[in-house]
């Protein structure tokens, strides 16, 4: 069944929310990649206990994995808007068939039934 009016207008709103969200989270984390970058190399004159650049080097490298899922999430949600924009939203890439409206409430950047994207 074809999504309603309200139904698109309810997922939009949320797609857009989200977007805000993760956006948010991306400036976060690159400013945090910077500013630890920074303090680490200009700690005070002192040098840094080997324990605490391995803590660094974790947090650092925890931090940008971070940083690149959202970029990737902020992609998925970028190309569902578009797929709105364009009025294929919300059809299935696999056999072409609309999602239901739940799996969009829970993930509303789903490209496919979630059948299929278990396989």
Known sequence: MAL???QLSELRAQLD?????IQGNVTDLSEELSTSLSNTTEEH?????IGD???DTFLRSRDAALEEHEVRLLAEIDAALERLDAGTYGICEVDGTPIDFERLQALPWARTH??????
């Open 45 to 49: 004159g002192l040098e840094t206990h």
């Open 114 to 119: 979630a059948e299929h994207a278990e396989a």
């Open 17 to 21: 929310s989200e977007r805000t969200r």
């Open 4 to 6: 309603t009016d309200d």
């Open 53 to 55: 650049q391995g803590t």
